[in-house]
C-alpha cells in the first residue's frame, strides 16, 4: 500500500510537466490546422469563411496569451473539430 501510494505521488508530481505543451508542438499544431483547413476548402470552398474564422480565433488567441497551454488546448480543439468535418 505504501508503495502504491508513494507511486502515485510520484506520477502526480511529474504529471502535469509531461503534459506541457512546448513551443515546437504549438508550432506544428498551427501548421496542422492550416493544413486541415486548406484540405476543407479545397474539397468544399463554400466551408472557407467558417473554417477561416476557426483558423482566425485560434491565431488571435495566441497571440493575446502567454499561456501555452491555452493555446495548444486551443490549437487541440480547432484541429479535432476540423478532423470530424473531414
Known amino acids: 500500500m505504501r508503495r502504491t501510494l508513494l507511486a502515485l505521488a510520484l ?4 504529471t502535469p510537466a509531461a503534459l506541457a505543451c512546448t513551443e515546437d508542438e ?3 499544431k ?3 490546422l492550416a493544413d486541415l483547413v486548406k484540405a476543407i476548402v ?3 470552398p463554400a466551408q472557407q469563411p467558417t473554417w ?3 483558423q482566425v480565433d485560434v491565431d488571435r ?3 493575446r496569451s502567454t499561456n501555452i497551454d491555452e493555446i495548444c488546448a ?3 480543439k480547432a484541429i479535432g473539430e476540423a478532423k470530424a468535418a473531414q
Not at 11 to 14: D, L, Y
Request: proline share 0%; hydrophobic share 50%; glycine share 0%.
Open 11 to 14: 506520477i502526480a508530481a511529474t
Open 26 to 28: 504549438l508550432q506544428a
Open 30 to 32: 498551427s501548421i496542422e
Open 42 to 44: 479545397a474539397k468544399d
Open 52 to 54: 477561416r474564422a476557426k
Open 61 to 63: 488567441l495566441a497571440e
Open 74 to 76: 486551443a490549437y487541440d
